[in-house]
Nanobody
Framework: QVQLVESGGGSVQTGGSLRISCAASGLSFSNYATGWFRQAPVKGREWVGAISWRNTFYGESVKGRFTISRDNAKNEAYLDMTNLKPEDTATYFC???????????????WGQGTRVTVTV
């Protein structure tokens, strides 16, 4: 059974930093691309970025502030967020797909999400 479990969300002030982790079991991250999405209240799901074995990709709203990385030996992925803004407030999800897509429907496995709140 595949499980993706996010951890590390919380509340942070504007301009602060936070790291979210995604631990996988039942699959090997080295065989998948890992995507990060977020969903704010009353908004649709937004693609944050993704990492494949070769490249890393970012959405325009987070480029230069967020960094995606992965430790295949630990089967974990990370989303390092810096210079956080109130508009980054959302529930963040990690997901696994066969390639680094921007579309949520291409991802077969999803974590339960972790909440990030950025206060003024």
């Amino acid at each position: 059974q595949v499980q993706l479990v996010e951890s590390g969300g919380g509340s942070v002030q504007t301009g602060g930093s936070l790291r979210i982790s995604c631990a996988a079991s039942g699959l090997s991250f080295s065989n998948y691309a890992t995507g990060w999405f977020r969903q704010a209240p009353v908004k649709g799901r937004e693609w944050v970025g993704a990492i494949s074995w070769r490249n890393t990709f970012y959405g325009e709203s987070v480029k230069g502030r967020f960094t995606i990385s992965r430790d295949n030996a630990k089967n974990e992925a990370y989303l390092d967020m810096t210079n956080l803004k109130p508009e980054d407030t959302a529930t963040y999800f990690c997901a696994a797909a066969s390639y680094a897509s921007t579309r949520d429907r291409d991802y077969s496995y999803w974590g339960q999400g972790t909440r990030v709140t950025v206060t003024v």
